[in-house]
Each structure stands twice: as C-alpha cells, then as structure tokens.
C-alpha cells in the first residue's frame, strides 16, 4: 500500500503532490492508497477526499467505526487493472 503524506504542506503544493503520487501508484498497479493529510482545520482533508471523488477510478474506503483508526488519514482503494496488464502496458 503507498502512503501519500501532504500533511502540514500548502494547499496547491498538497494537491499537486497528491495527483502526482495517485497517478504513479495507478500505474504502479497499487491497489490501496493511504493519504495522511492530518487533522488541522480539514483543509486538506477535504481536498484529498474531493480530488478522490472526482477520480473514476478511485473510491473511498469506509472503514469500521468499531476500529480505532488514524483519524488524520484517508483510505483509498485503486480501481485499476493488475500490475501484469499495466507492465505489459509500459513495454
């Protein structure tokens, strides 16, 4: 799973880092993504879940509110093909 970490940076240098990294873990055939955005104000929170939404191919992961999980990260499953169909892709 890749660990995408914009806590604590500006907004557009959060978001440019955030889409660059989603779309090498895409291409990588990662299936999860977890984005530590920390808690703060929610503003980048909000941005990361945003961005997510408007991907085709990513979708939000509910996680179990029995669990106790980060609360300053976000679980993001990959909809992407296997890693064998993407590196034959590559070539």
């Known amino acids: 799973m890749r660990v995408i970490r914009i ?3 500006r907004y557009e240098e959060a978001r440019i880092k955030l ?3 989603v779309h090498e873990a895409f291409m990588d055939g990662e299936s999860y993504i977890e984005i530590l955005h920390g808690i703060g104000e929610g ?3 909000r941005m990361a879940i945003d961005y997510v939404e408007s991907c085709d191919f990513l ?3 509910e ?3 029995l669990i106790r999980t980060n609360p300053g990260s976000t679980l ?3 909809l992407a093909p296997s890693r064998e ?3 034959r892709l590559k070539k």
């Open 7 to 9: 806590r604590q940076m």
């Open 85 to 87: 169909y993407i590196n």
């Open 59 to 61: 979708k939000l992961v």
């Open 63 to 65: 996680r179990d509110p």
């Open 19 to 21: 889409e660059r990294e």
């Open 76 to 78: 993001v499953e990959v």
């Open 43 to 45: 503003i980048l929170r």
